[in-house]
């Protein structure tokens, strides 16, 4: 790997116990993450405790962390996905709680809210996509991770990767186009 | 550049050229200049998509949030222990004045003799328990 993780000097100078740069890695990583969680969750308060889970691992591996094949960045991203399948799994017991089938726009108190009915169909799209797509979405198009890195976090082909955000966004097409039914569910 | 990769690449990431595979991205933009139409058509139905997604925003976190992860990191561990250490050295001081008022307390019984107005230590109403010495006689019930 020629170019050096863009981490790595943080983590050094957290391993010295620097309070500035225990705050950096914070405000670097904390939105990420939470964004990420919440995305993958669909659920605020459960992204927030992965999200401190998270870091309570990273504490007690910045000291140790040394530069390999794989970047801070992309082990933190696999950690708090881990956290967010632990949590989906969990939920399997009410497959609908997980992912919401249709929409009901009726079921809003006012039309002027229509804005805020628009972010709720967004986010509900994205909780009705199979995890696998739902995950390589997230981390390509809002965590803005290379395909080459969204691929190799995810253990799959850069093909693959292509293949399963071509279906998800697909699926979300067919919800845009209010049908949200033709749903590839592989 | 083929048709084909160019439809894979626009249908995978969408719209934006920023978002196209870098090795890949000069090659898809020069093909969509020379074939505008086609490439047009497949722009114009992802970029309804990428509308779609970018209207989804995540609130930052919040200020709790960030301090609870700063809490629990290695540095701030500091902290607690210093709150400890008042609070014990406030527990040792107690300790020692109430021992200081005691000593005073019986030196001023020994100086004054006020312990010889206090009630003999072997009254018999003090050695009278419920397992002997009752003058209560239940016989006759």
Redesign the interface.
């Known amino acids: 790997m020629s170019e050096r993780d863009p981490d790595a000097e943080l983590l050094e100078r957290i391993g010295r ?3 500035a740069a ?2 950096s890695l ?1 405000s670097r990583k ?2 990420r993450l ?2 990420l969680a ?2 993958m969750l669909g659920d ?1 308060m459960e992204a ?1 405790d992965v ?2 889970e998270v ?2 691992r990273i ?1 007690k591996q ?2 140790r962390w040394r530069e390999g094949e794989a970047k801070f960045d992309t082990w933190v991203h696999r950690v708090a996905l881990n956290l967010c399948y632990d949590r989906l799994r969990g939920r399997r017991e009410d497959p609908h709680d997980e992912m919401p089938e249709e929409i009901d726009p009726t079921a809003l108190p006012e039309a002027g809210l229509e804005a805020r009915a ?2 709720q169909r ?2 509900d ?2 909780a009705a996509l199979p995890p696998r797509q739902r995950e390589a ?1 997230v981390l ?3 965590q803005e991770m ?2 080459i890195d969204a691929a190799a976090l995810m253990g799959i082909t ?1 093909d693959a ?3 399963l ?2 279906r998800a ?2 699926n ?2 067919a919800q ?1 186009a209010g049908s949200g039914l033709s749903k590839d569910k592989s | 550049m083929t048709p084909e990769r160019f439809h894979q690449i626009v249908e995978a990431y969408g719209a934006e050229p920023r978002r196209w595979p870098q090795q890949d991205r000069a090659a898809a933009q020069a093909w969509a200049e020379t074939h505008r139409e086609q490439a047009d058509a497949l722009l114009a139905q992802a970029a309804g998509v990428d509308a779609w997604l970018a209207a989804d925003k995540v609130a930052p976190p919040g200020a709790a949030l960030f301090e609870l992860v700063l809490d629990a990191a290695p540095g701030r561990r500091t902290a607690p222990r210093r709150r400890l250490w008042w609070s014990g050295a406030a527990i040792a001081g107690v300790g020692l004045m109430g021992g200081v008022a005691g000593a005073f307390a019986v030196s001023f019984f020994v100086l004054t003799g006020a312990a010889q107005q206090l009630p003999p230590v072997h009254e018999s109403s003090y050695l009278t328990s419920s397992f002997g010495g009752s003058s209560a006689d239940w016989s006759d019930e």
């Open positions: 116990q620097d309070p225990v705050r914070v904390l939105p939470l964004a919440t995305r605020r927030e999200a401190q870091f309570v504490w910045a000291s628009q972010d967004v986010r799209a994205l979405l390509n198009y809002y290379s395909n850069v990767l292509e293949s955000l071509a966004r697909r979300l097409r845009l």
